[in-house]
């Protein structure tokens, strides 16, 4: 962290032009197919059932595998007896730590090794050890799904139980402070926050809680494992298709190019579909069984295997003049982060980037507790972060007797307002201005509880939501272009529904200056060049700085296939563009050649470059993040105390928005997320145990179509001159700041705050 701190000192005092993709991307402000509406090109294979999703994949001879798993979060095992289960009927094996293979504990995500992807540095199925309630004991393989389900029930299991710790308010007396992954310190003063606050004109002191959160895409966990040899195949649903091959192999400790991960579609993904037991577990007993496993997690096996977001509980203190502007902005408080858990919920980082502040005091502690690692989940850190910060700066705005909007108006940051670093491009306000005009802001009532309709209770909120822009080193595409003027883009990059072949597609079209039926884009396999995990709202910039990337060597390629005998002769890379099938020099057309016509006088049919994104260097130099401005309108019954939401408005200032129809989706889906943790979400923890109570959707609730309204999504669309093609990431951001809005716009109809989430209806009573 003194490292990165040091590297950005230095690179603050550098041109910009220096750093590999801080320059201005002459796409950016380019429009020929990027920044229209493209349906998604996996879209008709859905809709018709044909995309072949993990669980699905045919394989000969397959068995199906269940999992038992521990009801006690901490101790060893007395007693493990599997002989009903062994002789039930169709059960080919059933593993235990007593005949699984030696197998080593995964290298886990971080952002040094872009070839891991574990979740936890746990050791799986090695040991009697208990580590959390939840944990798998023994794996049954059977002919049928339906037979390992059963034989499971016969495993019959005792132990030696110790002392655990899963009580979040016992485990805050012995919080850590750790530097973490996600934030460089965990501890931030700047200013004199103490003397500021004590001076403010008016101050705001109040403490926010979120509950721990499970992942539930609508495709649960599931791999397709063989093994051929000492080759391992298998067919994932991931978002770290590369990182899992690599965890994988080091965990057989086989070669990496043995390993292959194939994942072209996956039914959801926001954060957790990386490496978690069951892979590991399904390749190891499919190699135990000798013959191929499907690993189908279950519901309840999912929430007791995968880690979502953990709980939080934040402090924040807000001080500003009479005028609205803030003095201070105080941030402490502690989420649960197990010890062997990889992730963390790093809330703190929210108000380092939001408001011009004059002073900051923001602490983060992580409770250790024997708990289900937890794992990243749309919007880490921020999402719960901006719940806390934005619904204090609605109490702000309400002591100050200030319209909420006006209040940010007064608090826009400028620059970084810690590190000072500028922006490479920010208008908050400009999505602030949108989304007021699109849900009429002006109806708002300045007072609370004043508007109603019969028993419904009408009001409205807002609240701003942020996520840092990161593009990732090291992803990689190649492009092949043939004789006929046709290009291939391929990389092992995923699609978990968000549109990446699609956004790539047309790209690589506007950057090779061919129609969008002339490209062509293959995702989704480790055998292609390697990608790095979609995530961090990262992939789109990583993989476009990638086929960037290409298309210049792909320039400089041609040039040197061209020769002399070319009306190219003689020509840079720089000098020429991608133009009408061929390259042109700039500024002066006549001096062109097709790319087939270079191809021919070469001999070649086609021509294949990879492309590679080059280290991030913007990220430190400039303060870089996709924002928003959220609004919403809800309705609650006077009488029972029913919420439901009447309207949302989504407005983003993101960079460049690369394609109308994608994006609003992402958009929305975001934001519905943050409607299910606004409103229902919430895994329910036996506290004394350590057991989850709520490993299915009937416990476990998330928004239905009922509970969501027409949603509202609007951008600013200003390209970022720092990032390729101009756009920042979209993919978390509409998860940030909901909680919040709605948080917010139940205050103005009710004149309740409710700082605990999930808000139901019993909170408002
Ligand atoms: Mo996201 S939490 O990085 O899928």
Not at 460 to 469: K, R
Not at 685 to 693: A, P, V
């Amino acid at each position: 962290n003194a490292l990165i701190g040091g590297v950005r000192t230095v690179l603050g005092h550098l041109p910009a032009a220096w750093l590999p993709g801080a320059s201005p991307d002459q796409l950016a402000d380019k429009r020929v197919t990027l920044g229209t509406q493209q349906p998604r090109i996996d879209g008709p294979e859905k809709v018709r059932g044909t995309a072949r999703f993990a669980a699905e994949v045919p394989m000969d001879d397959l068995l199906h595998a269940a999992f038992v798993h521990s009801t006690i979060a901490r101790g060893t095992i007395a007693e493990l007896d599997v002989t009903a289960a062994e002789a039930a009927p169709g059960v080919a094996l059933v593993m235990t730590h007593h005949n699984a293979p030696r197998m080593k504990v995964p290298p886990t995500i971080g952002l040094t090794n872009l070839k891991a992807a574990g979740n936890h540095t746990l050791p799986v199925m090695q040991d009697a050890e208990i580590r959390w309630n939840g944990q798998v004991m023994a794996v049954i393989l059977a002919e049928t799904r339906e037979q390992a389900d059963h034989a499971a029930t016969l495993v019959r299991m005792s132990y030696d139980a110790a002392p655990s710790r899963t009580r979040f308010e016992e485990g805050k007396a012995h919080a850590r402070t750790p530097d973490s992954m996600l934030m460089e310190r965990n501890r931030l003063e700047k200013g004199n926050p103490a003397r500021k606050l004590a001076e403010a004109a008016v101050s705001i002191d109040a403490t926010y809680n979120t509950p721990w959160l499970s992942q539930n895409p609508i495709e649960p966990h599931a791999a397709t494992i063989a093994w051929q040899g000492e080759k391992l195949i298998v067919h994932d649903a991931t978002q770290m298709i590369n990182a899992t091959a690599g965890s994988l192999a080091k965990v057989f400790g086989i070669k990496e190019e043995d390993v292959f991960v194939s994942s072209p579609f996956v039914g959801g993904g926001f954060g957790a579909k990386g490496l978690w037991d069951h892979q590991i577990l399904g390749a190891a007993a499919a190699k135990l069984a000798g013959r191929p496993v499907r690993v189908r997690l279950s519901r309840a096996s999912m929430h007791r295997l995968v880690g979502g977001r953990t709980q939080t509980e934040q402090r924040v203190a807000l001080g500003s003049d009479a005028n609205g502007k803030l003095k201070a902005l105080l941030h402490h408080g502690y989420a649960t982060k197990p010890l062997h858990s990889i992730c963390d919920e790093g809330f703190g980082l929210t108000g380092r980037s939001l408001y011009a502040c004059e002073s900051f005091d923001i602490v983060q502690h992580y409770v250790d507790l024997d708990l289900l690692a937890n794992s990243f989940m749309r919007g880490p850190g921020e999402a719960p972060g901006t719940f806390a910060i934005e619904c204090a700066m609605d109490e702000l705005a309400h002591a100050l007797k200030m319209d909420p909007v006006e209040l940010r108006r007064r608090n826009v940051a400028t620059c970084d307002p810690v590190s000072g670093a500028p922006h490479s491009q920010s208008d908050i306000m400009a999505a602030y201005d949108m989304g007021a005009q699109r849900i009429g802001w002006g109806r708002r009532a300045a007072e609370p509880r004043t508007r109603s309709d019969g028993e419904w209770l009408i009001g409205m909120g807002c609240a701003s939501g942020t996520f840092p822009f990161i593009r990732m080193p090291g992803t990689s595409a190649r492009i092949t272009l043939d004789s006929g003027g046709h290009a291939h883009v391929a990389s092992a990059a995923h699609e978990m529904g968000m549109g990446t072949a699609t956004v790539q597609r047309q790209h690589a079209a506007d950057r090779l200056g061919l129609p969008l039926d002339s490209v062509s884009v293959t995702i989704g396999d480790s055998r292609l060049p390697f990608a790095s995990f979609a995530g961090g709202s990262s992939q789109t910039a990583s993989l476009g700085a990638a086929i960037s990337a290409a298309s210049d060597k792909l320039a400089a390629q041609l040039l040197r296939l061209a020769g002399n005998d070319t009306p190219l002769a003689g020509l840079k890379p720089g000098e020429v563009r991608f133009a009408d099938g061929g390259l042109r020099k700039i500024d002066d057309p006549a001096r062109y050649e097709s790319f087939a016509s270079i191809l021919k006088r070469a001999g070649r049919e086609e021509v294949s470059v990879i492309g590679e994104s080059t280290a991030p260097l913007e990220m430190l130099k400039f303060s870089m993040h996709s924002t928003s401005a959220i609004f919403c309108e809800v309705r609650v019954s006077e009488v029972t105390g029913e919420i439901r939401v009447a309207r949302l408005v989504g407005a983003f200032d993101c960079g460049r928005i690369l394609n109308a129809q994608t994006a609003a989706s992402q958009f929305k889906g975001g934001m519905i997320m943050g409607l299910g943790m606004a409103l229902a979400e919430e895994t329910l923890l036996d506290e004394r145990s350590g057991r989850i109570m709520s490993t299915s959707l009937a416990e476990y609730h998330v928004p239905v179509h009922l509970d969501v309204p027409d949603i509202d999504v609007m951008w600013t669309d200003i390209p970022d001159p720092r990032t390729p093609m101009g756009a920042r990431g979209i993919g978390e951001i509409g998860t940030t700041g909901v909680a919040a809005a709605v948080a917010n716009a139940i205050f103005n109809a009710t004149g309740i705050r409710v700082r605990d989430l999930p808000i139901t209806l019993d909170k408002l009573n």
